[in-house]
């Protein structure tokens, strides 16, 4: 069964301490891995789509990347704006996306 | 461009009751693709449409539920009767012309069954 499991559940940094969130994913035929941040009391919004094992993609103080097994999503000198939750889904062989869970990240003046 | 609309952003309702969701989605786009979003089960795909017609409705809970797309610009997802594990955001998604695309969601409608 395809499946997308994300680590950590939450996250507490300091502004300006750099992390790294996990997106391990198991999905038959990948036909993509999409980066989403969602705010409270709205929908997720897309960051990220990365395509091949290698392959990464910045903006601002993020950056994605994509193994054959995993995603990471680096948060550099993170600020208090980028407190969300933040999503990672793999399309399947037919392009529908299956979401992990979340990684809730605070980030703390 | 507004993005993906949705109506209405909330609605609370009595065990049993009918409950329509609406949905209207970025002009041009060809797919669309509803989810309910939970603590317990997070972000699940129910179903999508491609180019007005169901694709694939497997997420679909039971009978209970129903997803129309009449035209390119709307779509409704029905509750009837309603339960109170119905009770959860339910989003709708947009996506562009190629399958690898990514899907613009809406802000969603929180739904409580009472």
């Known amino acids: 069964e395809d499946q997308v499991t994300q680590s950590p559940e939450a996250l507490r940094l300091q502004e300006g301490e750099s992390s790294s969130l996990n997106c391990s994913y198991t999905v038959s035929g990948l036909r993509g891995l999409f980066w989403y941040r969602q705010d409270p009391g709205k929908g997720p919004e897309f960051l990220f789509t990365l395509y091949s094992a290698g392959e990464e993609k910045e903006k601002e103080r993020l950056k994605a990347t994509l193994t054959k097994k995993e995603s990471f999503l680096h948060i550099t000198a993170p600020k208090p704006e980028d407190s969300a939750t933040y999503l990672c889904a793999g399309a399947d062989s037919s392009y529908k996306l299956i979401f992990g869970s979340g990684t809730r ?3 703390r003046p | 461009d507004a993005g993906v609309i949705q109506s209405p952003r909330h609605e609370v309702t009595e065990m049993g009751q009918e409950v329509t969701l609406r949905c209207k989605p970025i002009s041009g786009h060809n797919s669309l693709f509803w989810y309910r979003q939970t603590m317990m089960r997070g972000l699940e795909l129910l179903i999508y449409f491609n180019n007005n017609v ?6 679909m809970p039971e009978d209970r539920f129903s997803a129309k797309m009449p035209n390119a610009s709307f779509s409704t997802l029905k509750i009837q009767p309603s339960e109170p594990r119905d009770s959860a955001v339910y989003f709708c998604a947009s996506r562009g012309q190629a399958p690898w695309d990514e899907q613009f969601f809406g ?6 069954v009472l």
């Not at chain 2, 169901?54 to 997420?59: M, R, T």
């Not at chain 2, 802000?107 to 409580?112: A, D, F, H, K, N």
Request: glycine letters at 14%.
């Open chain 2, 54 to 59: 169901p694709i694939d409705d497997s997420g």
């Open chain 1, 105 to 107: 990240l605070l980030v």
């Open chain 2, 107 to 112: 802000p969603g409608t929180r739904l409580t």
